[in-house]
């Protein structure tokens, strides 16, 4: 169950301690990370375990822990795992919600900051629901991965410049319409396209501060058969170098 009391960092972490020594079990990883003897840490190494297998990161044989292909750590492909969880897996699984929450509370009815997760969740749900603490869960996580800012009781969903770089950089150069990149390139990966068919506002105000530094370049060009953007509607092409 992707829904762990987890806080990020550990992730990473311990993936790469697998990834770089396979094979490990349970209670080996337990004690290289137990740094001090007061205390327990075998629920966060257990939640960490259980997150990364079901983003299918790691696998288990006979108690002993790999890494699925030896693929080095990169949060693109953690959204991309999610991506696929969205997409294939059915019904009202924690998973499939987990998965689905930044898409179906922030993106589709392009929403910045909602202070209720909680409520807007479980209202859009039929069978299942979802307590506050796997939601805090959730927060914490996805601000680490870079979806956006935990802000007092909410989340602010305004993805991190570095996560937005990330998957621009993997696209290579790409000169197009704005819209179909965003639509073909960015979505896949991470949700970006609202309920009505426009670009997410978080994800514009991203692009829109990347261009400001140069990273890419957002242009306006005439008689195109796509949709614009901006205060003027000024933006409508996109290139990257």
């Not at 969740?121 to 869960?137: C, D, F, P, Q």
């Not at 996560?163 to 949700?191: K, Q, R, Y």
Request: aromatic share 12%; net charge negative.
């Amino acid at each position: 169950m992707l829904f762990q009391m987890c806080y990020g960092p550990e992730l990473k972490a311990i993936y790469e301690s697998i990834r770089q020594n396979p094979g490990q079990s349970r209670s080996h990883l337990k004690n290289s990370y137990q740094y001090e003897n007061e205390g327990d840490i075998t629920s966060l190494i257990d939640g960490a375990l259980t997150m990364l297998k079901d983003l299918n990161f790691i696998h288990e044989e006979d108690g002993n822990i790999y890494s699925k292909d030896g693929r080095d750590w990169r949060v693109i492909d953690v959204f991309r795992e999610l991506s696929h969880i969205s997409e294939f897996e059915e019904g009202e699984t924690l998973n499939r919600i987990f998965s689905n929450l930044y898409d179906q509370v922030f993106v589709k009815p392009d929403q910045l900051y909602v202070v209720n997760i909680h409520y807007q969740i479980n209202s859009i749900l039929s069978k299942t629901m979802v307590g506050r603490e796997k939601i805090n869960a959730w927060k914490r996580i996805m601000e680490y991965f870079g979806l956006g800012r935990r802000v007092y009781s909410g989340f602010y969903a305004l993805p991190h410049l570095a996560l937005l770089h990330e998957i621009i950089l993997e696209s290579g150069e790409w000169e197009g319409g704005l819209h179909p990149f965003c639509e073909n390139v960015i979505n896949p990966i991470l949700p970006c396209i609202t309920s009505e068919g426009n670009i997410f506002r978080g994800m514009l105000y991203g692009l829109i501060a990347l261009n400001d530094q140069k990273v890419i370049e957002i242009s306006n060009k005439q008689d195109l058969p796509y949709k614009s953007y901006g205060p003027n509607h000024q933006w409508n092409w996109i290139k990257i170098h």
